[in-house]
């Protein structure tokens, strides 16, 4: 089993659709994320914790929301699915590192929407 | 976090050594250089970091530059299943408090 794990793998939903994206991990990582990649953008970041209680917005995190349910658990809601979020999202994790420096992060294997 | 500039896209030949060149004129002296790549269909991949000595591990080496405003990513021998985006990320660890920031990467190509 892999060690993140996405559901759902692709979804296909309308606009104006509520959409939930889970992610868990069995890494025992502290720190959740999520980011979006769109074709000749890279990956953005959209929300991340580092912990139960913790929430952060990251560069897009408008029309996002998330919910950090657990240590391994963290998931991604579209209130109110837009076309423009049409994208692949990835989930990853990571542990505190060293000095400072964020541990190495590990990804799932993404989970792409499309909003019709 | 510092702005890293990468080019859009490489090309190498099988078996022969691949030099990724990465740029962050901006870096601070906290800064470390973070390298990822991600291979077609799969999530990003950590493959190397380091703060000022060049560093090797079993994927790759990084060479970073005496004044660490330049960094090179070496793949010593490149096979086909190199060809991926490669990402060159700069982190504070002053700002433990905070998740990296991909960029648009480098595409590399590999032909056989």
């Known amino acids: 089993d892999a060690d993140v794990t996405q559901t759902p793998r692709n979804r296909i939903t309308k606009t104006g659709k509520r959409i939930m994206l889970e992610c868990s991990q069995t890494k025992g990582h502290d720190r959740m994320y999520w980011y979006r990649q769109d074709p000749g953008l890279g990956l953005r970041l959209i929300y991340y914790s580092f912990d139960v209680k913790d929430i952060n917005k990251g560069e897009i995190s408008d029309g996002y929301s998330v919910s950090r349910q657990a240590q391994a658990k963290f998931s991604l809601s579209l209130e109110s699915a837009i076309p423009n979020q049409t994208a692949l999202y990835f989930c990853?994790?990571?542990?505190?590192?060293?000095?400072?420096?964020?541990?190495?992060?590990?990804f799932g294997e993404g989970s792409r929407l499309t909003v019709l | 976090d510092a702005k890293t500039t990468q080019p859009n896209s490489m090309e190498s030949n099988e078996e022969e050594p691949v030099h990724l060149p990465c740029n962050h004129s901006?870096?601070?002296?906290?800064?470390?250089i973070h390298w990822y790549r991600q291979l077609p269909s799969q999530g990003p991949e950590y493959v190397i970091h380091g703060l000022t000595s060049n560093v090797n591990n079993r994927m790759a080496s990084l060479a970073i530059a005496e004044d660490r405003k330049s960094s090179t990513l070496i793949l010593h021998r490149a096979t086909l299943r190199d060809a991926a985006v490669y990402y060159c990320?700069?982190?504070?660890?002053?700002?433990?408090?905070?998740?990296?920031?991909f960029g648009k990467g480098t595409t590399l190509s590999v032909s056989s």
């Open positions: 990320i700069l982190r504070d660890a002053d700002q433990a408090g905070t998740a990296l920031i």
């Open positions: 901006t870096i601070s002296g906290t800064d470390y």
């Open positions: 990853a994790t990571s542990d505190i590192g060293f000095f400072g420096n964020t541990g190495e992060l590990f």
